[in-house]
């Protein structure tokens, strides 16, 4: 099988799984207990969090961790409009039009709003500007993504953390990270958010653990969504997930290790990769023409060609692909990332996403190439 949907998740890499199996055997402990185990716990847990946080760039302390990605948006996002009702009343909470749905669903649900992107689906800095001075004083949050899950295309953090600054300086300014860790510097890219979600399972972690950075000029502002006992900073309570947490530190330490080589090998790869489809067939078009993006991630459509149909056919040939976010696929409903970008319905319904890895080849680009030709004139010939 050639597995080309890492944005989907990746496989817990051996080094990963030796450094949990000790958690999830003997050392059983509860970090939260005083005896002997529960020590160990506790060591195991405060030396994943200052590992962890020399490869994001924060202070041990600053880690929430929690079950993954999505749980960390939501403690953004709600944390901070439950931070906000705690302090002064009505509150209003915006992200780009092309966020994942761990912060726009929350985030909608809260009666926020979402703001428009261009063809590369970057986030209009100018309405942004505007909705930070015209409600200067109700915004408390502002989410752009640091890159985005579905076509890669990098968000311009840096600016809007300076324009979060200097327009609506009581707003918490969050980015949603999950997809950049691994191939971005994300300590200096995200340096200007004060909340930052992650996630293990894209970069070779297990499943079902993440992380939300909260600076801590932030988290007087920020109200825990899980109350109950007092872990990790009073702001998720629960029992941590050590064994995932050790993962989780350890998948990180590794990622920035070879992030250099990696990112660089597989950039070459996926530029490959669309160049081969579009030499393959002739009317496909990538969904990003221009704008920088994630080296990782190849988003292209056909005209005519339902992209359910192709990926069902590219997996009978053995490549895994997926059509945008992994919830979304099964579904026959077009990308909304897509349609935000102002890709018409119809054209959007024939995009797939390829995602490559650090485990990705060159005769494996070449072999999806070639599968990706012949499903498509399968399909065209209506066989
Ligand atoms: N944010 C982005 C950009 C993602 O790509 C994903 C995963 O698909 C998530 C959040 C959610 O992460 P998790 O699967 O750990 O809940």
């Known amino acids: ?22 958690y ?23 030396d994943a969090r200052e590992r962890l946080g020399d490869v994001l760039g924060c202070q041990p302390g600053e880690i929430v961790f929690t079950s993954g990605g999505t749980e960390a948006d939501n403690l953004a996002v709600t944390g901070a409009a439950l931070g906000a009702a ?17 912060v ?48 890669g295309v990098l968000e311009p953090v840096a600016e809007v953390g300076r324009l979060v600054a200097e327009s609506a300086p009581g707003a918490l300014f969050h980015t949603d990270a999950v ?8 300590a200096q890219e995200t340096a200007p958010a004060d909340l930052v979600a992650y996630s293990a399972h894209k970069i070779g972690g297990p499943k079902g653990v993440g992380a939300l950075v909260v600076r801590n000029r ?32 350890r998948a990180a330490e590794l990622a920035l290790a070879e992030r250099a080589e990696t990112s660089l090998r597989v950039a070459e790869l996926s530029a490959r990769l669309l160049e081969g489809i579009l030499e393959a067939v002739a009317d496909a078009r990538p969904a990003l023409e221009e704008g920088e993006r994630l080296g990782s991630i190849v988003n292209v459509g056909v005209p005519g ?10 997996d009978q040939a053995g490549v895994a692909a997926s059509a945008g976010a992994a919830c979304a696929s099964g579904a026959l409903d077009p990308s909304p990332v897509l349609l935000a970008m102002g890709i018409p319905p119809a054209e959007a319904r024939g995009h797939v996403r390829f995602s490559l890895g650090r485990s990705t080849t060159c005769d494996e680009v070449d072999a999806a190439v070639a599968a990706f030709a012949g499903a498509v004139d399968k399909l065209r010939a209506g066989l």
Do not use: K
């Open 218 to 249: 932030a988290r007087e502002r920020l109200s825990p969504v899980l109350r109950g006992g007092p872990q990790e900073r009073e702001l998720r309570a629960g029992t941590e997930n050590v064994a995932g947490i050790v993962g989780f530190a």
């Open 24 to 46: 999830l055997g003997e050392e059983f402990g509860n970090p939260s207990g005083v005896h002997a185990l529960a020590r160990s716990a506790r060591r195991a847990l405060d």
């Open 1 to 22: 099988m050639i597995y080309l949907d890492h944005a989907a998740t990746t496989p817990v890499r051996g080094e990963v799984l030796e450094a949990m199996t000790p």
């Open 179 to 186: 997809q950049a860790l691994g191939w971005l510097d994300v």
């Open 305 to 314: 060609v339902e992209a359910e149909e192709l990926l069902l056919l590219l």
């Open 104 to 151: 726009l669903e929350p985030l909608r649900h809260l009666g926020g709003v979402a703001l428009p992107v261009d063809r590369r689906g970057v986030v209009d800095l100018d309405r942004l500007e505007s909705l930070l001075r015209e409600e200067r004083e109700r915004v408390v949050l502002v989410s752009i993504m640091t890159a985005n899950n579905e076509t």
């Open 86 to 102: 705690e302090r002064r009343g009505q509150a209003l909470l915006c992200c780009s039009g092309v966020e994942h749905p761990g």
